[in-house]
């Protein structure tokens, strides 16, 4: 081995070992992405929820959707039955828990279709579905607060009187509801000031949506801290006995990547390991390439024979002064010329063929009449053609081609 690739070799080791022994001794950041995936241990996962939400719904069918749109999977649910205006093999409530709108419109279709089959739907997300507030005629509004002195808590003083410390800027809330048909069941804002509503239940034909607007409490940090789990178990006291349909499909798919690097760039050190690694490596190419060029040949191109032999064949009949046979050759190049690409028939150089000649080429009309005229007086000519005939002739068949 050479001793140069031997050095590269030894100094790209060594820095790699001090990149792992000085993120040894660091401590990792906290990664405080809400990424709401049940696969997430960090602060905004929702891995403790999902491992808890057992407890929580006793005695009842969690069902996971993970691999499938709403759409896709209440669809593939619904039986079409003439007599009961149809219905859905799955009974109970669907549950999405997002920090954003998750849910596309068609999806959101049909879930309102699932509920208003005698089903329910809890959503806690901070930004709902237009067509869901159309529908239900729900207004929607951001005040943001500090999280110091911001709280939420339920209506229902019989539920629980005790005001919950929020841990996160909280400032959506539904500003216009349906006051004759919707229940509002939480609040939030500041102690003495104004307060906004962020939990409610809304009728939708034979079944309810509960909507809530702080999901970042079924979150890890939420739930670890203190007593705030209880504000958690009481938002979801409200749903009804049944099946548990939970929508993870968007959260499972930001939690884990599908690069076979994902360990590897999910850690500092290595990741800036393998940066210097790839680095290192071009620059050895480049060095090593450089050095070890072969000098590349300069290849001659063929030379073309076509033309010259054209060119010999030419100054024969030129120095025979055969005027008369070039002249031929000519007018029968040109024919065929005009046979190949425009397809008009040459047997008779007339008017016709004037005209169709004209309106193919878009040529002078006046230039192919004479063009005409001498080929048929040198064909009718009976006297030796002389140079200036050749010229002529071909002038005008330049004329047509070019």
């Given amino acids: 081995m050479n001793k140069n690739i031997k050095l590269y070799i030894g100094i790209l080791v060594l820095i790699f070992i001090l990149i792992l022994i000085s993120d040894n001794n660091k401590q990792k950041p906290i990664d405080w992405r809400p990424t709401f995936s049940v696969n997430d241990k960090i602060p905004f996962g929702l891995y403790v929820f999902d491992k808890e939400i057992g407890g929580i719904f006793k005695n009842e069918k969690i069902q996971r959707i993970a691999d499938v749109t709403p759409y896709e999977f209440l669809d593939s649910k619904y039986v079409d039955d003439t007599l009961t205006n149809g219905t859905y093999s799955v009974k109970g409530t669907f549950i999405n828990i997002s920090p954003n709108n998750n849910i596309d419109d068609q999806?959101?279709?049909?879930?309102?279709?699932?509920?208003?089959?005698?089903?329910?739907?809890?959503?806690?997300?901070?930004?709902?579905?237009?067509?869901l507030l159309d529908t239900l005629k729900i207004a929607y509004a951001s005040n943001f607060l500090k999280t110091k002195n911001n709280s939420v808590w339920f209506a229902n003083k019989k539920l629980s009187t005790k005001k919950y410390k929020a841990i996160a800027d909280i400032g959506d809330y539904f500003s216009k509801i349906d006051t004759l048909n919707t229940t509002v069941l939480g609040y939030q804002g500041e102690p003495g000031s104004k307060k906004n509503i962020n939990f409610i239940k809304v009728p939708y034909k034979n079944g309810y949506f509960f909507l809530h607007?702080?999901?970042?409490a079924f979150t890890n940090y939420n739930l670890l801290k203190k007593d705030r789990y209880q504000y958690t178990e009481k938002a979801l006291s409200y749903i009804p006995k049944g099946n548990i349909l939970w929508y993870?499909?968007?959260?499972?798919?930001?939690?884990?990547?599908?690069?076979?690097?994902?360990?590897?760039?999910?850690?500092?050190?290595?990741?800036?390991?393998w940066y210097m690694f790839?680095?290192?490596m071009l620059i050895f190419m480049i060095f090593n390439a450089k050095r070890k060029q072969r000098i590349v040949p300069i290849l001659q191109p063929l030379p073309n024979l076509t033309v010259d032999f054209t060119k010999t064949i030419g100054n024969?009949?030129?120095?025979?002064?055969?005027?008369?046979?070039?002249?031929?050759?000519?007018?029968?190049?040109?024919?065929?010329?005009?046979?190949?690409?425009?397809?008009?028939?040459?047997?008779?150089?007339?008017?016709?063929?004037i005209k169709k000649l004209h309106l193919k080429t878009s040529k002078n009309e006046a230039d192919i009449q004479e063009l005409v005229f001498l080929i048929n007086e040198h064909r009718n000519s009976y006297h030796?053609?002389?140079?200036?005939?050749?010229?002529?002739?071909?002038?005008a068949i330049e004329k047509i081609l070019h």
């Fill in 213 to 216: 607007t702080y999901p970042i």
């Fill in 316 to 353: 024969l009949y030129y120095q025979e002064g055969d005027h008369a046979n070039i002249i031929d050759k000519k007018i029968i190049y040109f024919l065929e010329k005009i046979r190949t690409e425009y397809l008009i028939d040459t047997t008779k150089l007339d008017d016709d063929f």
């Fill in 278 to 280: 790839l680095i290192g």
């Fill in 248 to 273: 993870t499909k968007v959260q499972s798919e930001e939690g884990i990547s599908s690069s076979p690097m994902r360990y590897i760039l999910s850690q500092p050190a290595l990741k800036w390991a």
């Fill in 384 to 395: 030796d053609s002389i140079e200036a005939d050749l010229i002529r002739i071909n002038n």
């Fill in 107 to 131: 999806s959101m279709k049909e879930i309102m279709y699932f509920v208003s089959h005698g089903n329910n739907a809890f959503l806690s997300m901070v930004d709902f579905p237009k067509p």
